[in-house]
């Protein structure tokens, strides 16, 4: 994660979530599931977060704890805060040079 805070005091926050794509079926490689299923467990718990932001419900937390990754942008999605993009890509492989 790359956090930078501009003079502006707009701070921006980037998360490279690299080797989450999806694993082929008969993959048996422990390191790369491990991995796969920490990045979807930490998508899940942004997902998460966002929904209790969005529904702002009083006395109810948002569940910043639930994984490294909420947590690590807590201060980007917290309820004074403004997200001005919220961006996923994903490059087929196919489309990469050999």
């Known amino acids: 994660m ?3 805070k501009r003079s502006s005091g707009v701070e921006r926050a980037q998360v490279d979530l690299a080797g989450s794509e ?3 079926r ?3 490689n422990e390191t ?3 991995e796969a299923k920490a990045t979807a467990g930490s998508l899940a718990a942004l997902s998460k977060a966002l929904l209790a ?3 702002g419900e009083p006395g109810v937390g948002v569940p910043y704890g639930d994984s490294k990754l ?4 807590k201060d980007s999605l917290g309820r004074g805060s403004k997200v001005r993009s919220l961006s996923l890509s994903r490059v087929e492989s196919d489309s ?3």
């Open 96 to 98: 990469l040079c050999h």
């Open 2 to 4: 790359l956090k930078e």
């Open 53 to 55: 932001l969005q529904e």
């Open 70 to 73: 909420t947590h690590l942008l």
């Open 32 to 34: 790369r599931q491990r």
């Open 26 to 28: 008969g993959d048996s």
């Open 22 to 24: 999806a694993l082929p």
